[in-house]
């Protein structure tokens, strides 16, 4: 019994150091996408955000849309291009992009992806005892899916995350800096995408192509 509460106190001093992440889910869209038929190609992340942050974004999504897509869904990096370079596609792609696409692969469907640090004055740990003014941390991702036979987007969804502290906040102990918020808004948006998904599929391992 005593150390239930002994738990109990600490949990609750934890949660009553938290800063807590505020989370914007924006569409410009329906929300349900359906994977039971055509041919995805999912992009690498267009964005300016370090390396590990992007890799780990890039792998989140791919893997989540094989799951949703099984082997009709493809990573960018497996793929050989005649007349299109991957490392110039960017988040919009533009009627002329899509044209080629459609001009010059069997791909249905392309997903792009960007994300962007917007605030990063919050660190994930605050010391406490340390004076605080007021900041914040915010981050967004976007996923967007293209049609390329219509040559137009049909879906794009953007997770807005942020966490703020104000003067006076000076016994928060956890908060979220920029970097970690990122990894928050992939998981939100994609948990989201999963939810309204109209159907899901098997996953299976793709060969190079």
């Avoid at 942050?53 to 050989?80: F, P």
């Avoid at 976007?142 to 137009?152: L, R």
């Avoid at 906040?169 to 939100?188: C, H, I, P, Q, Y």
Wanted: net charge positive.
């Amino acid at each position: 019994m005593r150390n239930r509460i002994v738990l109990f106190v600490f949990v609750s001093m934890i949660l009553g150091a938290c800063a807590t992440p505020h989370y914007i889910h924006l569409y410009e869209s329906p929300k349900s996408l359906d994977f039971s038929e055509g041919k995805w190609l999912v992009t690498n992340l267009d964005s300016k955000i370090p390396y590990m942050y992007r890799e780990s974004l890039n792998r989140d999504l791919l893997a989540c849309l094989q799951k949703l897509g099984g082997d009709s869904v493809y990573s960018i990096e497996n793929v050989r291009f005649k007349y299109i370079n991957p490392s110039k596609l960017t988040f919009e792609l533009n009627p002329q992009v899509l044209k080629i696409f459609k001009e010059s692969t069997d791909f249905d469907y392309v997903v792009t992806a960007t994300a962007r640090k917007v605030r990063d004055e919050v660190p994930d740990l605050v010391y406490p005892g340390n004076s605080v003014y007021y900041q914040k941390s915010e981050s967004e991702v976007s996923i967007a899916v293209y049609d390329v036979a219509d040559g137009a987007r049909i879906y794009y969804q953007q997770v807005i995350a942020s966490v703020t502290l104000d003067q006076g906040d000076e016994e928060v102990v956890f908060a979220r800096s920029a970097g970690t918020l990122l990894r928050n808004a992939m998981k939100k948006a994609l948990k989201d995408l999963k939810k309204n998904a109209r159907v899901i599929r098997k996953k299976n391992n793709h060969a190079t192509r």
